[in-house]
């Protein structure tokens, strides 16, 4: 299952990440979190020391190998230059597996039973539709070609602000969480970024962060209605996390905010052939936009029809 965090700077979406990510791994779930933000907190969030979290590979500066293991022998993609961000896995193409024995995963950090992985520091530049060399373009690539199942996630943690909707990266998601602090600021993105998933059929719910009361649940829902799904509280115990406490455990009903979020996720159907269509769609509209001019070649062959994830 694919998860992303979302949600406006300072609303708490690394934490919740990482909190989710060890809630799945103390249960002994299989997860992959994926650090995609602009400035790289996840590692620090799960645990790993400065040094240690420095040190996790860089996905980013390592897209030329990624892009050439993942094509395989896909005649449909010519060289590792031609396939780009949003290029569609198709016959002949590698497929990942969450946690698998590839050389994507080889890039990833092992933190407390999780692989992380890290696309690097990157740039607003990197962001829009128009960047050939997009940082986050890796985790799209990687997203495009992992098969998951129930009871496997990949949770990533994205870049703040809605200018991150330019990339087809935000339609990848089995259900996408949406922080917000029950403040003006922080319930001001919902109309902005529900408006957005459901256009693109991404499902979106709103989690609640850094509440302090019922009247802050109250504001919450007038704001967001039936999409607030779960909500977590000023927390004494990420207060300690982030003061190198270890073994303080999280807040009862943090805890059962998280197992909601989980319920959330595993209740979600997928729908493949939905998922490899939205991939085609994105990959012909960024074909025509700019990277045919960028690579040379119609990159709209790259699409093979007769694709189906092995579900
Ligand atoms: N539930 C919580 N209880 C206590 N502190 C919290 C909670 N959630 C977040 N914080 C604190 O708020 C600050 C911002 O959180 P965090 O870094 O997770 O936000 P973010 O949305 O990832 O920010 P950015 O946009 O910069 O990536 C951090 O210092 C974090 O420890
Ligand atoms: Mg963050």
């Not at 719910?205 to 704001?223: E, S, T």
């Not at 927390?235 to 009903?253: C, I, N, P, T, Y």
């Given at each position: 299952m694919k998860i992303a965090f979302v949600g406006k700077g300072g609303s708490g979406k690394t934490t919740l990440s990482s909190l989710f990510v060890r809630h799945l791994a103390?249960?002994?779930?299989?997860?992959?979190?994926?650090?995609?933000?602009?400035?790289?907190?996840?590692?620090?969030?799960?645990?790993?020391?400065?040094?240690?979290?420095?040190?996790?590979?860089?996905?980013?500066?390592?897209?030329?190998?990624?892009?050439?293991?993942?094509?395989?022998?896909?005649?449909?993609?010519?060289?590792?230059?031609?396939?780009?961000?949003?290029?569609?896995p198709g016959a002949g193409s590698r497929l990942l597996r969450p946690r698998g024995d590839d050389p994507v995963h080889a890039l990833g950090q092992e933190v407390d039973g999780v692989t992380l992985l890290a696309t690097g520091p990157f740039s607003d530049e990197d962001l829009g539709v128009a960047c050939y060399h997009s940082k986050t373009g890796a985790v799209e690539l990687y997203l495009n070609h992992l098969v998951d199942g129930p009871g496997e996630y990949v949770v990533v943690d994205m870049t703040a602000g809605a200018d991150t909707f330019a990339s087809g990266l935000f339609t990848r998601f089995d259900l996408m969480f949406l922080v917000a602090e029950p403040t003006r600021k922080g319930v001001g993105v919902y109309r902005q970024y529900t408006e957005y998933a459901r256009d693109?059929?991404?499902?979106?719910?709103?989690?609640?962060?850094?509440?302090?009361?019922?009247?802050?649940?109250?504001?919450?829902?007038?704001?967001?209605?039936?999409?607030?799904?779960?909500?977590?509280?000023?927390?004494?115990?990420?207060?300690?996390?982030?003061?190198?406490?270890?073994?303080?455990?999280?807040?009862?009903?943090?805890a059962a905010a998280l197992d909601a979020m989980l319920a959330a996720v595993d209740a979600r159907a997928k729908d493949w052939d939905a998922y490899f269509q939205q991939a085609v769609d994105f990959h012909i509209k960024n074909?025509?936009?700019?990277?045919?001019?960028?690579?040379?070649a119609n990159l709209e062959e790259q699409v093979d029809p007769g694709f189906r994830y092995p579900a």
């Open positions: 103390a249960r002994g779930l299989p997860v992959v979190a994926v650090d995609a933000d602009i400035n790289q907190h996840l590692g620090v969030a799960l645990g790993l020391d400065d040094d240690r979290a420095a040190k996790v590979p860089a996905l980013g500066e390592r897209l030329t190998e990624i892009k050439e293991w993942l094509r395989g022998d896909n005649p449909r993609i010519a060289s590792a230059a031609a396939m780009v961000k949003t290029t569609p693109f059929d991404v499902a979106i719910k709103v989690v609640g962060n850094k509440v302090q009361n019922d009247d802050d649940v109250a504001y919450l829902r007038d704001h967001v209605g039936d999409d607030l799904l779960a909500w977590v509280g000023q927390s004494a115990a990420v207060r300690a996390f982030e003061q190198g406490r270890a073994g303080v455990a999280l807040e009862d009903a943090n074909a025509r936009s700019w990277a045919n001019r960028a690579v040379g």
